[in-house]
Structures are given as C-alpha cells and as structure tokens.
C-alpha cells in the first residue's frame, strides 16, 4: 500500500505491481486474488535488513535458477528506496546435486535426497564429523553453479581433493606437535627455510590472508577450499621430505614452527568453510 501510494506499484490486471526498466516481467506484490508471494516478502526482508539489522551487505545464496527473481527484487527494493546506494546486495547461484546416474535429484519424479540420508550414506564409511566435513567440502569446493556428482565413497576418501583429507593434514601436523611437546622440545619462529618443500610451504602460508579476502569480494568459497587443498598437499611433501622430530637444533624448531602454523591456518580455513578441524584421525 505504501508503495502504491507513492506511485511506485500500481494495480494491473487485478494485481499490484512495480514495473522496473530492465525486466521483461513486473514484480507481483500482490496477486488478483489477494494474496502474496515470495516478491514482496524478499523485498520486505531487504529493508528490514536494512533498516532494523544495519546491514551494508546483503547476500542470497540459492539455487542459481532463482537469479532472475532476486536481480528483480533488488532493482525493486532500490526503486522504493529502501535499499539505498551505500549498500549492496548479491545472490550467489549453486549448481544441483546429481545423483551416480548424472541426473539431478528430482523431488517431482522420487529421487530427491534429504540431507539426513546423505549424511547416513556418508557415514556408512566414516563417522559422522567426517562425513560432515565430505559433504560440505564436496559442496564449496565446487565452482558454485556447477553441478557435482554425489559419491560418497570418493568424498570419504582420506586421499585426494576431500574435506577428510584436510582434516588428516591437520591430525597429521597436531601430532607432530604433539610428540615434540612429550619429548620436551620446544619451537618459536620459522628460521630456516633452506629445503625447497619448506619453501613452499611457508608461501602457500603467507597468502592465507589474501584468499580469504579475495573470497570475501567475490563470493568463491571454492577458491579457500582450493588453497587448503595445495596446503594440506605441500604439508605432505613437506612431512616427506623434511624430517621435523629426526632433525636437530634451529632446522628441528623452525620445522615444528612450520608444522605449527599449518596446523593454525588449516584450522582456520576450515572453520571458514563450517568443517571442523579434528587433532586425530
């Protein structure tokens, strides 16, 4: 009504709309039948977030096929003012679960999973952090409007590109951590980078801070799973070819200060993602 009032909607066909240039179709408000849908309660939402959350930034993420609606009710939002200019609004598009066949879970024809049964088909090969941390990883992992494969045996795995290999690359650093602490030897800083897998590394650990950022502007988190990804993987090679507890004085500490930070960034990076970060395996 308020917008009715200002000249911004108007009744059409029985229906109160707001017509925005750019847009094929109207925003519907209100049907002809009084009744009202999904456009007028996500542009009421953008300005309760607005005006009552403070919000400056406002991000959707739904199914990518609902990016028409929220381009719409945005421009809608801002026409009537309450969105204003110094905030911004965005919807982020995932792509669809596909089932082993390649088809899409399908609701309509009887096929659709729930995520409970997910997680229980996870948890048929590892236990249920484990399996959590498969199946969110499997999600953001993913370039967001692409869809992906549902297998849960590949996502379980503790080799490859799987949140459960993240996690043993953490298990692994905290127990190196944790045997050099039990024998009474102590780290402070990284010092000796002399190995080019200690090289590595410590580089891979130096842009930390700068993915993150760069995931926070443009909405990527598979560009954070991608980074911890080739960490956990330099941490491997690192473990391989860099002896830490068998190694001695500086060499020795400046490794378990390497292993330490691993550790703290690979924590981080998965708390990021919502995936916990488990210190044994």
Known sequence: DDLEARGIAKVDDGALVVFVDGFDAPAILRNRHG?????????????????????DRIIYVTDARQRHHFEL???????A?????????????YGMVLGADGKPFSTR????????????????HVTRPVALAAIKYADL????????????????ATTGDTGPYLQYAHARANQILRRAEAEGIGWANVTVLAEPAEQNLALLLSRFGEV????????QPHKLATYLFDLATAMS??????????????VRASRLALCATTKKVLAAGLNLLGIEAPDQM
Not at 109 to 124: F, K, R, S, W
């Open 73 to 79: 009710v945005f421009a809608v939002a801002r026409k």
């Open 35 to 55: 009744g009202y849908g999904y456009d007028v309660t996500d542009v009421a939402a953008q300005r309760y977030r607005v005006e009552e959350l403070q919000a």
């Open 141 to 156: 992992s993913s370039q967001l409007q692409k869809d992906y494969v549902f297998d849960p045996v590949r996502m379980t």
């Open 81 to 93: 003012g309450y969105v204003p200019d110094s905030v911004s609004t965005e919807h982020v598009g």
């Open 109 to 124: 024809e009887g096929t659709a999973a729930y995520l409970i049964d997910l997680l229980d088909a996870a948890e048929e």
């Open 212 to 219: 993150v950022l760069g995931v926070a502007a443009d909405l």
């Open 237 to 250: 090679v690192f473990y391989e070819q860099c002896p830490v507890l068998k190694s001695e004085g500086d």
